[in-house]
């Protein structure tokens, strides 16, 4: 079957009875040389529009590409960008970072040395404090000995006394 078309405006598909029509009143060497020009230039437009779609496709082709370069080297300039920011984030944290940490050290080392003296009183308040228990004990546990030796000699003396009494009457 063949589609014959005038003007863009494609006709329905021609019919055997149609195109035995066609052989007999124009001949069968004209509407066969008909036939094979129509196909002849069905083939032409058939090959020009495929050129034509390969040549579409491939600028289509060449402009997605340079598309994606052009995003890729945009991504690659953001992304180098960005790391440049993060880069210099770090470096300011980090700076901070060790500010403070130098800050809290010497803070640190004020207050450790502030209660180390404060400990070092303290303890030297303790040793004072000490000695001054030792020497109260000292004096009383003197005190309590010289009493005790006095209480002692008392008895011993009674003690004496009543045995020499006791023996001066019975002699």
Do not use: C
């Amino acid at each position: 079957m063949m589609a014959v078309s005038h003007r863009g405006i494609t006709a329905m598909p021609v019919t055997a009875k149609l195109s035995q029509k066609f052989y007999e009143r124009l001949g069968e060497d004209l509407a066969q040389e008909l036939v094979d020009w129509f196909n002849a230039v069905d083939a032409t437009y058939r090959a020009d529009l495929r050129e034509f779609n390969e040549l579409n496709f491939q600028r289509f082709d060449a402009k997605v590409e340079q598309r994606l370069a052009e995003l890729r080297t945009h991504l690659e300039r953001r992304l180098v960008e960005s790391d440049a920011r993060w880069e210099q984030r770090f470096t300011s944290l980090d700076k901070e970072v060790g500010r403070r940490l130098s800050i809290f050290g010497k803070d640190f080392e004020q207050q450790l040395t502030v209660l180390s003296k404060d400990v070092d009183r303290r303890l030297a308040e303790l040793a004072g404090s000490v000695a001054r228990l030792e020497t109260t004990f000292e004096r009383r546990l003197g005190a309590v000995t010289n009493s005790l030796i006095r209480w002692m000699f008392g008895f011993w003396a009674l003690t004496l006394g009543a045995l020499a009494g006791i023996l001066y009457y019975l002699r």
